[in-house]
């Protein structure tokens, strides 16, 4: 019975897996095929009729097992993607769904009871200029995308009420804007600049894939300490961010725990 789930497991995912570049146009079946999984395509690939996967877009090919691929590339403009997490703006409202700005060439819609917990009588009151935590749930090119600010079935729910809720109204805070490829650097779960503020200063953060990042500290120093290193980060190495943050914290009169 081991030897038969790790067979499974080993078919699941995508073990020869390495990152590469590619040039728009590019044919990537070959390279991302070897999950007997049905394929996610994200950001910069597409399905051609004839079974292809191909590249749009210049960039780095990524894989997050079990099967979901995409390209690394910066955007001028955010395009959504499903299971995207986004930071967006509450712009307008009407009895049944909330019209959202993520960034994208048009608004995305939310719905009244589109969060843990909701019901008619029993709902958050959002209004135009509240910031949310959301993911893409609807991401095609002929209609406005569509969000949700329920958590997937794979994660445990909490209730909006609670305040513990994953995805919901951001309150407070301060929000900056990056490039949609440092914020694909940020949700890593190895992300060095993170890793490093975190040992020293306590604070919170949602990273829009988007290029929207919420952040959250104990005082407006802390605050300004953390965004100074997130944008600084870009384009650096490992060992550049750890330093640039050692000396931002040593200037601030913080040290690393």
């Known amino acids: 019975m081991a030897e038969e789930f790790l067979l499974a497991a080993e078919k699941s995912i995508d073990l020869a897996f390495k990152p590469r570049t590619c040039l728009p146009g590019d044919d990537i079946t070959q390279h991302i095929t070897n999950v007997t999984q049905k394929l996610r395509l994200g950001a910069g690939l597409v399905a051609?009729?004839?079974?292809?996967?191909?590249?749009?877009n210049a960039g780095v090919l990524r894989y997050r097992p079990p099967n979901r691929?995409?390209?690394d590339f910066n955007h001028k403009r955010y395009k959504?993607?499903?299971e995207d997490g986004v930071v967006g703006m509450i712009v307008d409202r009407n009895a049944e769904f909330y019209r959202v700005d993520i960034?994208?060439?048009?608004?995305?819609?939310l719905g009244m009871l589109a969060?843990?917990?909701a019901s008619k009588r029993n709902r958050p009151n959002l209004q135009p200029g509240t910031l949310v935590y959301c993911r893409v749930v609807r991401a095609t090119k002929d209609l406005d995308a569509c969000v949700t600010c329920e958590a997937p079935s794979h994660l445990a729910k909490k209730d909006w009420m609670t305040g513990l809720a994953i995805y919901g109204e951001l309150?407070?805070?301060y929000v900056l804007k990056t490039s949609i490829g440092l914020a694909k650097t940020l949700i890593q779960d190895d992300c060095i600049v993170l890793e490093a503020l975190g040992r020293a200063i306590p604070f919170e953060l949602a990273?829009?894939?988007?290029?929207v990042v919420w952040l959250n500290s104990k005082s407006n120093q802390d605050t300004i300490l953390i965004a100074n290193a997130i944008l600084n980060s870009e384009g650096l190495t490992a060992a550049q961010s750890e330093a640039m943050v050692v000396k931002l914290l040593q200037e601030h009169g913080t040290s690393q725990h």
Do not use: E, K
């Open 48 to 56: 051609t009729c004839d079974n292809r996967v191909v590249s749009t």
């Open 69 to 71: 691929y995409w390209l």
């Open 80 to 82: 959504p993607a499903l």
């Open 103 to 109: 960034g994208s060439s048009s608004y995305a819609t």
């Open 115 to 117: 969060f843990d917990g």
């Open 171 to 173: 309150v407070g805070g």
């Open 207 to 211: 990273v829009g894939m988007n290029g």
